[in-house]
């Protein structure tokens, strides 16, 4: 009888341990995931407050591209700081979207590209987009751990009992992918 009784206090144990091991383990991940968030936030904020001066200097070249100037600026006019994590990747995406469109656009317009201040900008905008690749590659990853953690079992009962939720990759949309071809 005691040996049956210590057999369970050592299963019990064991249990405990595990869950605690295993909880600890989701909280880590789920810190990675924020963190890398608040990384690739900031280049997100930096190209976000660039746009504003992209559009004054392509609107004073490009009349004829009115409506691209329109929806970028109606986009823009979002609080960048009042938007949610979900709503800050589906904007930027909508954004970077954007933003492709006007440099292809801007291929068009010689004396735009010859501008001093357009091609500082650009000079900017294109490091800031490698820094967000770069951030969206180490984000994308932290997800997938925390994703896969909370898929398998048995560390996705963990995950349920805590009310954990999947998050959602930032991804880019197809136009993005492929290269922009500019007619000249």
Do not use: C
């Amino acid at each position: 009888m005691e040996n049956n009784t210590m057999y369970w206090l050592v299963g019990a144990g064991a249990l405990i341990i595990y869950l605690i091991l295993t909880y600890n383990r989701g909280v880590g991940l789920r810190n990675y995931v924020q963190e890398a968030f608040a990384t690739m936030d900031v280049y997100l904020k930096k190209r976000w407050d660039l746009v504003p001066n992209l559009i004054e200097i392509v609107k004073n070249y490009a009349k004829h591209e009115k409506t691209l100037l329109e929806n970028l600026t109606k986009l823009r006019t979002k609080s960048y700081n009042n938007l949610s994590d979900a709503e800050k990747l589906d904007t930027n995406i909508q954004l970077g979207q954007q933003l492709s469109q006007i440099v292809a656009v801007a291929e068009n317009y010689p004396d735009l590209k010859a501008n001093q201040s357009y091609m500082l900008l650009m000079q900017q905008m294109a490091e800031i987009e490698d820094d967000i690749a770069n951030a969206r590659k180490y984000y994308n990853g932290t997800v997938r751990e925390f994703n896969t953690f909370l898929d398998i079992f048995p560390t996705n009962l963990i995950g349920k009992l805590f009310g954990w939720q999947r998050v959602k990759m930032f991804e880019i949309e197809q136009e993005q992918r492929e290269n922009i071809k500019a007619e000249m």
